[in-house]
Every structure is written in structure tokens, then in C-alpha cells.
């Protein structure tokens, strides 16, 4: 027995069906897990690979320039891995494809990348502390073939879980939230394993003269991610096999194949005013959250610690320190998921869920100011003049601080999906080219935010703190937008309890 997709376009898929023509859950839930394999090795860059490219000679500065690869590919390769998805005829089916060509790349990016300092050197990169151009552009090129991979995995990936739901509101809703425990569970494994000084030793070869202790655990970690993120994949791929269909457009009338941008564009322009909502309160959620991902271990080396990259060991110890927090927000980011699909099924309603997990973000973000001066006033020097660790309570207030923000994460990564999910059923979209939308709500900030951070940073003497209060701002506009404008789901997704509006709009 076949389930039909929902108004993405005529889909089945030939696996054991429930008797009200859904996907069991099971089946459900291994393809949600390809989150685990996909924020493990996400929970790597964000954890390490920012010091790593100041360890390859890129100043504080511009670093953030060197992520803005990412949000560049995901504005282009989400919304066209989502058109042509929601119109491919393979035989393979209409989201495997694209799963398991984004799973491939995934393994080439790694691979570049874990290995960037001993092609550069072999290519005539010097030794030490000195710029290493070789190797920095090896690290860009397999960055960008990352984020290229990563959104042909997550879109398409989401997609197929709304085909699963077989385009009932409580099932996607439920998708959403263990789509985004997954993503939990392999940031607990990708921060573990980015905390942990001695993973190397799993992989002898990979310390060389040209990747020292930092680099060489590094590339294990990547080595890991290629592993689980294959083996996950081929799983999901297994037991979910689609059946290709003949038709390949969403509206029958339609007789030829519309550009992807041409699609996009046009979608843009109808896009109905709760879409429209929901992307503007996303947009202003990720300008306050991008600061803080893509930092936080370089904050918890630089002003908690007092480091400085490539001199002594403090810089070090901070940023092992920060991918322990982040673990830590982790475990509550996994806890929170399952709260926030009770809570969305109860009298709190998502426009105060949202709403409050903004207004949760900003405190967060303003405490970074507290711990930061904290630190500041509690450093102790060894008789030599040596600056040491900073006091316990400054460390334990910068992981509270960590493990506070998995709450909101948490909604930022269900709520927004679920929320474009449940509109695009109800407005005749398709899953992938609706999600894709979605993600421009999410890169267009993160490319602003790579773009003015570095600068705006150094403006104010080079630290992290200007930008995280950006951020904090940011989240109380995404807070108030969410209660006084996002609107309530549609009737269906009322009628079956999974996401309920708090309050008249």
C-alpha cells in the first residue's frame, strides 16, 4: 500500500502504511535521525573551525567573512534543491537523490577540509604561526562544498518528513520535533567529540608536521561525521524507498518546467501574508542567533579565558571549554524539543512559545556582557606574569549561559518548520519550494551578520560583545513581532491540537 504526498506534487512511498494512509512513525523517525549525522559534523564548525581558520592565519577580523560561503550557498541551493525535488521523476523517487548526492559531498567537503593544513603544506604552506594562503583556500573551497551539501541534505530531508505526514498538521508538527531532537542528539556527539583533547589518538596518521594536537582532533572528529552521517543515511535510504511518478509538476496545468527562480520569484509574490509573517519573525530570530553560533567557542577563549590564538594554552582551553557548553546547551536543546510539542498542544499557543523564546534569547545574549566583565575583573597572574584560568564561578556563569539558550534553540528549530509546513499545505505549495522560502529568512541575516560583524567588532576593539548585543536587540524585535503579528495556524492544524495560535490575531 502507497501514501500519497501532500500538494507538493503527486508522491508514494512503498513502505508499510498505517490504515489512515500515513507513514508509520518508526519509519518517521529513521529519517529524521539523518539530523544527527548532519548537526554532528554542523556542531564541528561551529564548535572548532572558526579558531582553526585563525590558526591558518586568518585575523579575528575577517573570519566571519570566510562563513559567509555558507549562507551565499544556502540562499542559492536550498529554494533549487527544493524546486527541482518537488519535480523530480527518478525512478529513485522525488527526495532520495537529493539525499544521498548531499551525503556524498558531505564526505568530499570533510575530507578537504580535516586535511586543508597538509595540502597546503604540501602545496608550500610554511610551518608555524605564518598566514598559510594554501591551505585557507582548501579550507574555503571544501567549507562551501559543505553548506552546498548540508542544505541539499536538510531541505530535502524535511520535505520527505512532510510527505511522510502525509500532509496532516499533527504529524508534521511531530516530524519537526524529532527532526529536531536529532539535530540535538548529534550536537551532544559533535561537541563531545570537539571537546575531548585526545580523539586524535583513535587515528594515529592524522597528526602530521603540518597538523599539530588542535588540528589533527580536528580531522578525527570529521572522520567520525563522514561515518555516522553515511551510515544513517544509507538506513534511511533503505527503508524508505519512494516509487517515481510520471507527472512531474505540482499544478497539472502547468505543461512546461518553470526556472527554479523564476518559481521562486513568482512564489515570493503570492506568498501569502502568514508565510510572510513567519519569515519576518525568522529572519530577525537568526540575525540575533548567528552571531552567538558563530563565535561562541572564539567568545569563551577570547574574553572569558583571556587567550589569545596561537600563544600559550588559554585561547585553547576556552574554545574546549565552549564546545563543553554547547554540548551542554545541546542536552537542554534535546529536552526542550519535546517540551515545545507539549506546550504547542496546550493554552500557551506558539505565538507566546515563540514570542517568550525570543525574549529567553536576549537575556541570554545580555548575560554574555555580565560574564564577560566578570572575567575581566577576576583575572589572576602567575608570578611570571603568566595569566591563568579564570575563576570557577566565571566558567560555571558561561555554561549556565550555554545551556539557558537550548531553550530557545529549540523553537528555532521546530517551530519556524513546523509554522511553513502547515501554511504551504493549506495555501497549495510544495513542501520543498515553501521550505526553501523559509531558508532565505534564515541566510539573508547570516549573511549579514557575516558581512558587518568583523568590522562592527573591531570598531569597538575587536571582541565578540558588539555583536552578540546586535543579537540581543534582534531577538526582542523577532519577541514582539511574534505576539503582536504571527498569525494562528489554519483551522485544520487547530482542529488537530498541534500548533494552536495564543490569542486573537
Same mark, same amino acid.
Given at each position: 500500500m502507497?501514501?500519497q504526498?501532500?500538494?507538493?506534487g503527486?508522491s508514494?512511498?512503498e ?6 494512509g ?6 518517521i ?7 544527527a549525522g548532519v ?5 564541528l564548525q561551529?564548535?572548532l ?5 585563525q ?6 577580523? &575577517?573570519a566571519?567573512?570566510v562563513?559567509?560561503?555558507g549562507p551565499?550557498s544556502?540562499?542559492?541551493v536550498?529554494p ?7 519535480h523530480?521523476t527518478?525512478r ?6 537529493f539525499i544521498a548526492a548531499?551525503?556524498?559531498?558531505? #564526505?568530499v567537503?570533510?575530507f578537504l577540509?580535516? =586535511? ?5 603544506f ?6 608555524g ?6 591551505a585557507?583556500?582548501?579550507f574555503?573551497?571544501?567549507?562551501w562544498?559543505?553548506d552546498?551539501a /548540508?542544505?541539499m541534505?536538510?531541505?530535502?530531508c524535511?520535505?520527505?518528513l512532510?510527505?511522510l ?7 508534521m508538527?511531530?516530524? /519537526?520535533?524529532? %527532526?529536531?531532537f536529532?539535530?540535538?542528539?548529534g550536537?551532544v556527539? +559533535?561537541y ?5 583533547t585526545?580523539?586524535?589518538?583513535? @587515528?594515529p596518521?592524522?597528526k602530521t ?8 582532533n580536528?580531522k578525527?572528529c570529521?572522520i $567520525?561525521?563522514?561515518c555516522l552521517?553515511?551510515?544513517i543515511?544509507?538506513l534511511?535510504?533503505f @527503508? ?5 511518478h510520471a ?5 497539472p496545468?502547468?505543461?512546461g ?5 523564476g518559481?521562486?520569484f +513568482?512564489?515570493?509574490k503570492k506568498?501569502?501574508r502568514?508565510m510572510? $509573517?513567519v519569515m519576518?519573525?525568522? #529572519?530577525? /530570530?537568526?540575525v540575533? &542567533? @548567528?552571531?552567538?553560533?558563530?563565535f561562541d567557542?572564539d567568545?569563551?577563549?577570547?574574553e572569558v579565558?583571556?587567550g589569545k ?6 585561547y585553547d582551553q ?9 554540548m551542554?546547551?545541546s542536552v !537542554?536543546l534535546?529536552f526542550?524539543s519535546?517540551?515545545v ?5 496546550g493554552?500557551?499557543? !506558539?505565538k507566546?512559545?515563540w514570542?517568550?523564546?525570543n =525574549?529567553?534569547?536576549?537575556v541570554g545574549l545580555?548575560l ?11 583575572r589572576?597572574?602567575?608570578p611570571d ?7 570557577s564561578?566565571?566558567?560555571i ?6 545551556? %539557558?539558550l537550548g ?6 528549530f521546530?517551530?519556524?518548520?513546523a ?5 504551504s ?12 522560502l523559509?531558508?532565505?529568512a $534564515?541566510v ?7 558581512v558587518?560583524?568583523?568590522p &562592527?567588532d ?11 548585543l546586535?543579537?540581543?536587540f534582534s531577538a526582542v524585535?523577532?519577541?514582539v513581532?511574534a ?9 485544520d492544524a487547530m482542529?488537530n ?6 490569542g486573537?490575531h
Amino acid at each position: 500500500m502507497t501514501v500519497q504526498s501532500d500538494s507538493a506534487g503527486p508522491s508514494s512511498l512503498e513502505i508499510q502504511q498505517s490504515q489512515e494512509g500515513k507513514a508509520p512513525i518508526r519509519v518517521i523517525i529513521i529519517v529524521a535521525a539523518i539530523a544527527a549525522g548532519v548537526q554532528f559534523g554542523w556542531a564541528l564548525q561551529l564548535s572548532l573551525l572558526t579558531p582553526y581558520v585563525q590558526l591558518l592565519g586568518v585575523p579575528h577580523t &575577517w573570519a566571519a567573512f570566510v562563513w559567509l560561503c555558507g549562507p551565499i550557498s544556502g540562499l542559492l541551493v536550498q529554494p533549487i534543491a527544493g524546486y527541482y525535488s518537488d519535480h523530480c521523476t527518478s525512478r529513485y523517487g522525488r527526495r532520495r537523490p537529493f539525499i544521498a548526492a548531499g551525503a556524498s559531498l558531505v #564526505a568530499v567537503a570533510v575530507f578537504l577540509i580535516g =586535511f586543508a593544513a597538509d595540502i597546503g603544506f604540501a602545496s608550500g604552506d610554511p610551518i608555524g604561526k605564518a598566514p598559510k594562503p594554501r591551505a585557507t583556500a582548501i579550507f574555503v573551497v571544501g567549507f562551501w562544498i559543505l553548506d552546498v551539501a /548540508n542544505n541539499m541534505l536538510q531541505g530535502p530531508c524535511r520535505a520527505l518528513l512532510a510527505d511522510l505526514s502525509g500532509g496532516e498538521a499533527r504529524r508534521m508538527s511531530t516530524s /519537526n520535533a524529532l %527532526f529536531s531532537f536529532f539535530m540535538a542528539v548529534g550536537n551532544v556527539l +559533535g561537541y563531545a567529540a570537539g571537546s575531548y583533547t585526545h580523539l586524535y589518538t583513535i @587515528f594515529p596518521f592524522s597528526k602530521t608536521e603540518a597538523c599539530e594536537v588542535y588540528c589533527a582532533n580536528l580531522k578525527t572528529c570529521f572522520i $567520525i561525521a563522514i561515518c555516522l552521517l553515511i551510515t544513517i543515511t544509507v538506513l534511511a535510504l533503505f @527503508f524508505v524507498t519512494e516509487t517515481p511518478h510520471a507527472a512531474a509538476e505540482p499544478n497539472p496545468a502547468k505543461k512546461g518546467q518553470i526556472p527554479v527562480f523564476g518559481e521562486l520569484f +513568482g512564489a515570493l509574490k503570492k506568498l501569502p501574508r502568514p508565510m510572510w $509573517i513567519v519569515m519576518l519573525v525568522t #529572519a530577525f /530570530n537568526w540575525v540575533a &542567533w @548567528f552571531p552567538f553560533l558563530l563565535f561562541d567557542t572564539d567568545w569563551m577563549g577570547r574574553e572569558v579565558y583571556g587567550g589569545k590564538v596561537g600563544e600559550g594554552t588559554l585561547y585553547d582551553q576556552g574554545v574546549r571549554a565552549g564546545a563543553l557548553g554547547l554540548m551542554i546547551n545541546s542536552v !537542554v536543546l534535546g529536552f526542550a524539543s519535546l517540551g515545545v510539542q507539549m506546550l504547542s498542544k496546550g493554552r500557551i499557543g !506558539v505565538k507566546k512559545i515563540w514570542g517568550g523564546a525570543n =525574549f529567553i534569547l536576549a537575556v541570554g545574549l545580555f548575560l554574555t556582557v555580565a560574564v564577560t566583565k566578570a572575567a575581566e575583573n577576576s583575572r589572576h597572574y602567575a608570578p611570571d606574569g603568566t595569566l591563568l584560568n579564570p575563576d570557577s564561578s566565571v566558567k560555571i556563569g558561561a555554561l549556565a549561559i550555554f545551556g %539557558f539558550l537550548g531553550i530557545p534553540l529549540a523553537v528555532t528549530f521546530s517551530v519556524p518548520f513546523a509554522m511553513a509546513s502547515i501554511f504551504s499545505s493549506d495555501s497549495g505549495s510544495g513542501q520543498g519550494l515553501s521550505l526553501g522560502l523559509l531558508n532565505l529568512a $534564515i541566510v539573508v541575516p547570516q549573511m549579514f551578520v557575516s558581512v558587518l560583524s568583523g568590522p &562592527w567588532d573591531a570598531l569597538f576593539g575587536g571582541g565578540n560583545l558588539p555583536a552578540f548585543l546586535v543579537g540581543a536587540f534582534s531577538a526582542v524585535v523577532s519577541g514582539v513581532l511574534a505576539l503582536t503579528m504571527l498569525p494562528s495556524p489554519p483551522a485544520d492544524a487547530m482542529a488537530n491540537k498541534s500548533l494552536t495560535a495564543g490569542g486573537p490575531h
